[in-house]
């Protein structure tokens, strides 16, 4: 079974984290002891938890966060910090099951989800090196045309973007290898760590309660909800659960019919030395962000002490895959030679959780039980609109939350057993298709 392998696999990915190494974390929160009331039981300490807790503590509702490990621990404490508009599925799945008009209404929301960012961390003094600017770019010409059809498409959804192929590409990027490329300005980057950590404060100054190292084992339905710890429980009107694919690894019981519906995926960043500033303005113009269009992609961006962080590689396993750093290095020396001999300080990764569809899966487990996963890579944003969602459906005004709970899900194929070593063989097939170009 994946969960218990993915916590083994987790507590060693994350031990030579860039974003850990920067960051002065304060004193942890106790664990829960004991029984507590509250409005609001949120589980899970990342970024859709803490933003959930915000807004609703916001509203006057009280409040308490339940987090396994430590605030960020997860994927929100260890992503490559990219914070971009639109959806990993595209808008396919959204223009199929609920039209075109909301369809639009889900994208427009994924750039106010960007613009959420910028106004929290205003709102809140949060210091989390936040850069506006992102650089799609493409390796070969049949994924230039698909996109330039990106491009235009972008374009026509109201977010200016800057086209470039051929030698004009070196405007965004400095590197061999692109033939294609398109800029904007909307999307962009963060320390996802800081950020996390920003919003606890905020979350505990609005007077959220948290408490971490108390994983829910627990989860008892009905008018009151009662989430269990080893040491205490919650007893609440509503709850948010927010662990995505770590809630089934700390609490199997919990929600056991949302877990077939998400996958763990591990993904890996290098981090080097720093470089020279004026490098660092060569090799990425702009000091945007910067992703590739293959389906196993690289992204990579540059850290605001001038390293290089570069992301990439995936695993469908669950295990760390052998000779990490130096797969990674040699994937940053494909993109950019001349950082070959450059030193890699830091190496780690972590699991974010996909859906069959890439679309995000948020919904309702009865009346007042509500969940928010399937973010699929695209959560530095998106978890922080699903908060600020959940927290006005719980406040009655469900209209927004509602688009995204209308989405139909499937499971994953193979039950526990098969799903992953299922998807590990379909993905040998994308990365064929990728080399293929």
């Given at each position: 079974m994946w969960p218990q392998s993915l916590l083994s696999s987790d507590t060693q990915l994350n031990q030579q984290s860039y974003y850990e190494a920067s960051v002065q974390r304060p004193a942890p929160a106790a664990p829960l002891q004991g029984t507590v009331q509250a409005d609001v039981v949120v589980?899970?300490?990342g970024f859709a938890g803490l933003s959930a807790a915000l807004e609703m503590a916001q509203k006057g509702l009280s409040?308490?966060?339940l987090e396994a490990e430590h605030i960020g621990s997860g994927a929100s404490g260890r992503n490559g910090g990219q914070a971009i508009v639109g959806y990993a599925s595209g808008q396919g799945p959204f223009e199929q099951q609920l039209g075109v008009q909301d369809a639009q209404r889900a994208w427009d929301m994924s750039l106010q989800a960007v613009d959420l960012i910028g106004q929290r961390i205003a709102a809140h003094g949060i210091a989390c090196d936040w850069q506006r600017g992102y650089t799609y770019v493409a390796d070969s010409p049949k994924k230039a045309r698909a996109l330039r059809a990106e491009c235009e498409d972008h374009q026509r959804r109201g977010?200016?973007?800057?086209?470039?192929?051929?030698?004009d590409v070196a405007r965004f990027i400095d590197s061999p290898r692109y033939l294609a490329a398109f800029r904007e300005n909307t999307s962009g980057h963060l320390h996802p760590l800081k950020y996390a950590l920003g919003l606890a404060q905020a979350a505990q100054a609005a007077g959220v309660r948290i408490f971490e190292h108390t994983p829910v084992t627990d989860l008892q339905r009905g008018?009151?909800?009662v989430a269990r710890t080893a040491q205490g429980e919650v007893r609440a009107r509503y709850g948010v659960l927010a662990g995505n694919c770590m809630l089934p690894a700390f609490g199997p019981r919990v929600a056991p019919e949302i877990a077939p519906r998400i996958m763990p995926v591990g993904t890996y960043i290098i981090g080097t030395a720093s470089l020279e500033p004026a490098l660092c303005e060569r090799l990425i113009p702009g000091n945007a962000a910067v992703c590739d269009n293959n389906f196993v992609l690289d992204y990579f961006r540059f850290s605001a002490d001038h390293r290089m962080l570069f992301g990439g590689r995936v695993s469908y396993t669950t295990m760390?895959?052998?000779d990490l750093k130096g797969v990674m290095a040699r994937r940053m020396g494909a993109v950019y030679p001349e950082l070959q001999s450059v030193p890699v300080e830091f190496v780690w990764g972590g699991f974010v959780d996909i859906s069959m569809n890439r679309a995000p899966d948020f919904g309702r487990l009865g009346a007042n039980l509500y969940y928010l996963q399937g973010f699929s890579g695209h959560g530095v944003a998106l978890t922080g609109l699903a908060g600020q969602l959940v927290a006005e459906a719980v406040a009655g005004q469900a209209g927004r939350f509602d688009v995204f709970a209308r989405l139909?899900?499937?499971?994953?194929?193979?039950?526990?057993l098969l799903r992953t070593p299922s998807l590990a063989l379909g993905m040998l097939?994308?990365?064929l298709r990728d080399a293929l170009g």
């Open positions: 589980v899970g300490g409040v308490v966060l977010v200016a973007s800057t086209w470039a192929e051929g030698a008018a009151t909800l760390t895959p052998p139909q899900h499937r499971a994953f194929p193979g039950g526990a097939w994308y990365r």
